[in-house]
């Protein structure tokens, strides 16, 4: 029972949201935005669930002295830190997010900083991914390499700069004239042509393939194949 009773609440719950977005007439028609606003109060009770789940990792850590104790209790420090000055700045400014309060600057001045810091260090690890990425070993990762290429020409001036030597190198041969090309941006078309066309063409089969993925796993959660939430197999 234990098990039969949260695949029953979710069985109902699937094939009322199914029958409510096919039957948008009374009864069903305002059962849909019903289960949204449930759907947003459980989701608010997850977060604390987690927190707690947060909280009792990091202090058994703490007492245990496992390896890396100390950033546990720096993460549990900086977690009710900045709880508690939420809290003061709601009880003294009517709301933690007016300018001049504790919470603002804890955040204009920590959480900001250490956030630029993290995608700073993201764009390495991007580099690094794309450099792997973009070695010339096969055809398909050539014409990546050749596509990546002129698609950051077209969306940066050193591909505009890039054409205009180009025209002005060619205008050197006898005979020709294509100044009237300078203002061509061929870079930039190029790069338009390849994010409207095949990048939209790939990214359209993407979306195809996740949204049957979803489907199908909506209907193993539904009719209890997928049993992995309850904690069994």
């Known amino acids: 029972m234990r098990t039969q009773l949260p695949l029953l609440i ?12 096919f039957i948008p007439h009374e009864p069903f028609g305002s059962l849909e935005q019903r289960f949204l606003v449930w759907y947003s109060i459980v989701a608010g009770f997850t977060m604390l669930l987690g927190l707690d789940s947060l909280v009792r990792y990091h202090l058994i850590k703490i007492r245990d002295r496992a390896a890396g104790w100390g950033y546990s209790l720096v993460l549990l420090a900086g977690l009710f830190a900045t709880l508690g000055l939420g809290f003061y700045s709601w009880a003294r400014y009517q709301s933690p997010f007016k300018l001049g309060s504790p919470f603002m600057y804890l955040y204009t001045y920590i959480i900001i900083p250490l ?16 450099y792997r990425a973009f070695r010339a070993r096969t055809t398909a990762a050539t014409l990546l390499l050749i596509s990546a290429v002129l698609v950051m020409l077209g969306r940066v001036p ?4 890039l054409w205009q030597k180009i025209i002005a190198l060619i205008d050197l041969v006898p005979g020709t004239n294509l100044s009237g090309l300078k203002n061509l941006e061929i870079f ?12 939209t063409a790939a990214k359209r089969g993407i979306y195809i393939g996740i949204v049957l993925g979803g489907i199908a796993m909506s209907l193993r ?3 209890g194949i997928e049993r992995s939430y309850t904690s069994g197999s």
Not at 158 to 161: F, K, M, T, V, Y
């Open 188 to 199: 930039a078309r190029i790069s338009d042509w390849i994010m409207d066309v095949p990048q």
């Open 115 to 130: 956030q630029a810091t993290m995608f700073a260090l993201l764009a390495f690890f991007i580099a690094s991914a794309a």
């Open 10 to 21: 979710v069985f109902l719950t699937g094939v009322l949201v199914i029958v409510t977005f």
């Open 158 to 161: 050193l591909g505009g700069w």
């Open 221 to 223: 959660i539904i009719l």
